[in-house]
């Protein structure tokens, strides 16, 4: 399953926000290190595709997707040198397969902010800092064990390894994040193995007011509010987790009034969960049947046994072809049979590339 690790500076609204993603109860204290343990929930990912299909299929069961979201409790200014509970907290962000990181950006005399004041910028520095400085360490290390053998023998791939190690080394001594750095598709490959703090990927949710979120909104041409603060190039979300923690105690009706006074399709929440996709280059196939209707994620690019690898090891091994509607299709026609009878089911071999929507029949041998 999919681990999306919450970090930030203390009371930014890290746990606000995963009590609000997971409904689950959480200790919000208005202190730093109120989250002494991470806090660890599973997230159904949003799919309305799923309960059209088990409609149509007379479904017994209804299995959406999931994402784990980990509430790491929260760094401070030298966690790379222990201060805080530094190490430990370092150390719970390795296991996870992306980082959301949350940015304070609104006043409250009520919540103090470890700084003093607020300054998302200066927030989001300190933190890509303790992470690089965390980082840079493993990479001298490895850095130095690569070099010691091209002592004693230079090849290729040692030489590649160096030269992107290299560039990872004088990125982190400026304490940017070596998922900024360019490197050939060779170099990449030689170093796949090495597992950085800075090197996953980072989607930065900006927390921001009620009446900023509002406004924001409402001027706004895409789904949602924009960011007060530029970010550069990196994937940022403004979120006030306030509004949603409201949101997901609304009744369904209620929910939908509110968006569409305020013009959005989804709630932020859903936002991020579809941006946390992104940024891992994910997609979503489906099956259906009368026993059950099921969601299963895949990595966009994977070829049809190994996305019947992901319901069971054996299919992968056993495949013999996938019977293909796309989700479109599926509904137009009424159904699989449908489908076939319009000549909209496709049958597709070990070289078909999954499309995301994609509602499959995997043929296998046993």
Known sequence: MLRVGIVGLPNVGKSTLFKTLTKKQVDCANFPFCTIEPNVGVVEVPDERIGVLAQMSKSEKLIPTAIEFVDIAGLVKGAHKGEGLGNKFLANIREVDMIVHVVRAFEDTNVHHVEGNIDPARDVETIEIELAMADIGSVEKRLDTVRGKMKAGKTKELELEESALAKWFAALEQG????????????????????????????????????????????????????????????????????????????????????????????????????????????????????????????????????????????????IRAEVISYPDFVACGGEAGARDQGKLRVEGKDYTMQDGDVCHFRVST
């Open 176 to 319: 940017k994040m070596v998922n900024s750095v360019e490197l050939a598709d060779d170099e990449r490959a030689a170093v796949r193995e090495v597992s950085l703090l800075t090197n996953k990927p980072i989607l930065y949710v900006v927390n921001v007011d009620e009446e900023f979120f509002k406004a924001a909104s409402a001027a706004s041409d895409s789904n949602g509010a924009k960011a007060p603060v530029n970010f550069g190039d990196r994937l940022v979300l403004a979120l006030s987790i306030k509004v949603e923690s409201e949101i997901v105690e609304m009744s369904p009706e209620d929910q939908t009034v509110f968006f569409e006074e305020l013009g959005l399709k989804q709630s932020g929440l859903d936002r991020l969960i579809a941006k946390c996709y992104e940024l891992l280059n994910l997609i979503t196939f489906l099956t259906t049947g009368e026993q059950e209707t099921r969601a299963w994620t895949i990595t966009r690019g994977t070829k049809a046994p190994q996305a019947a690898g992901v319901i069971h090891t054996d299919f992968e091994k056993g495949f």
